[in-house]
C-alpha cells in the first residue's frame, strides 16, 4: 500500500453496512467532516455493492474494501471499484491474489515475523491488528523499533482516547476504527452525526 493512502486522514473510518445508501450518505458525511477515505467491510451481503455506489456516487472519497479475507474476495471487491483492500491478517494466496488486483495492499499483522515476511515481499504499509488486544501502544513501539522502514494503521479496540497516543508514533501513519460510524447512526441513517465524529476524528492529528 502507497503511504500516502495512509496519510489521507488520522482515521481510516472501518465500516460495516447494512444498506448501500446509507453508505453512500455515510460517505458523503465523512467527507463533509474532513475524512477523505472509507473501508466498506466484506462482512455484509451489501458491501460490494456498497462499494460499487459509493465510488460512483462519492468519488471524492478514496474507498476501499476490508474484511478481505480469500482471494476471490479480493477480486471481487476490485471489480466493484474498489481503490484498495484491508485484510485482518495473510496468507500466501490471499497476497497472491490481492497483488495480481495490482491494488494498494494494507495486510492485518501482530507480529515481527508477520511483518518481516511481508517486508520481504515489498510490502511496507502494515495494519496492526488487533492493536489494543495484542498490546497496543507499547507493543506497537516495540515491534516498530526494529523494522523502521514499516509504517502501520494500528486498527482494533481504537477510540478517541486511545489514538492520540498511537498517532504520536513515527511508524503509524494513521489508526482505523468504527467509532465514526456507529451502527445506530447508520441504520437512523442519522449522518448529522457521523459528519460531527468525522470532523472530530479529522482533527486528531
Ligand atoms: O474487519 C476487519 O477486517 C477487521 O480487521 C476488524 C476491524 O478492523 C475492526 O472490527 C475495527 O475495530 P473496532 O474499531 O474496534 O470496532
Redesign the pocket.
Known sequence: MKHELLDLSPVMP?VVVDDADAAVGAARALLAGGIKVIEL?L?TDVALAAIERVASAVPDIVVGA??VTTAGQARQAADAGASFL???GCTERLLEAASSTGLPFLP?VSTVSEAMRLAEHGVSAL?F?PAEPSGGVAYLKAIAGPLPSLRFCP????TPDNAPGYLALPTVACV????LTPRDALSAKDFARIETLARKAAALR
Open positions: 472501518v467491510t462482512r476490508g474484511t484491508v485484510t485482518p492485518g495494519k491488528f486498527t482494533g479496540g481504537i482505523g476504527g468504527s467509532w
